[in-house]
Structures are given as C-alpha cells and as structure tokens.
Nanobody, 123 residues
C-alpha cells in the first residue's frame, strides 16, 4: 500500500501562485509514476500532470502547460506541483496519485490517491 497526503491548497487571486505538496509513504518503490489530477464541482476528474519514476519524464495537460511544473524530491518522498498564473478555471480539488501506470493521463491507471486539497482562484 501507498499513502498520499496533499497540502498547499488555498484561495488565491487570478495571476497568483500556489505550490501543492504531496507526501508519499509505504511501498512507493512499487510505483512507476506519480501525478496530479483535479476535479471541479459537477465535473469529472481530469489529468493535470505526471512524472515517471525513475527517469523523471514529465507530462502536462495542454491547459496547464507553461504555467504548472511538476517535480519530486526522492529523499523526502514528496511530490510537488508549482502552479503559476492561476486562473479561475483552475479552481478545483487537486488530487495526488501514484501507481503502476501504463497511461499517465488516465486516472483509472493510478492505484493510490490522496484525499485532495482545494484550490480556489478568484477573479
């Protein structure tokens, strides 16, 4: 099992920045990828970004490319999502996920999920 706990969400004005953090524990060596997804009220959960392990190959949704950056600190077992130039449409609950993933962009391929952290961007 792998446990994930997100933090760093909050309320920010449009154009602002936030950094989400996810602490992973347990059998993290069993995972070949970690990612971030988001879900707005009444909508499906959408892919945001992912990073492979090992290799640190990154992947981004078109809507966040050039604004968001995913990274990880292996020594601290942490996954990060730096979010810049946030816009109201970025408002959602953001989830950290990990697993033995075939398709990085498909939530069904991730085995483990955090509880989510709310990001709200005001206009």
């Amino acid at each position: 099992q792998v446990q994930l706990v997100e933090s760093g969400g909050g309320l920010v004005q449009a154009g602002g920045s936030l950094r989400l953090s996810c602490v992973l524990s347990g059998r993290t060596f069993s995972c070949n990828a970690m990612g971030w997804f988001r879900q707005a009220p009444g909508k499906e959960r959408y892919f945001v970004s992912a990073i492979t392990s090992p290799g640190d190959s990154t992947n981004y949704a078109d809507s966040v490319k050039d604004r968001f950056t995913i990274s990880r600190d292996n020594a601290k077992n942490r996954l990060y999502l730096q979010m810049n130039n946030l816009q109201p449409e970025d408002t959602a609950v953001y989830y950290c996920a990990a697993g033995r993933v075939i398709n990085l962009r498909r939530s069904q391929h991730y085995n483990y999920w955090g509880q989510g952290t709310q990001v709200t961007v005001s206009s």
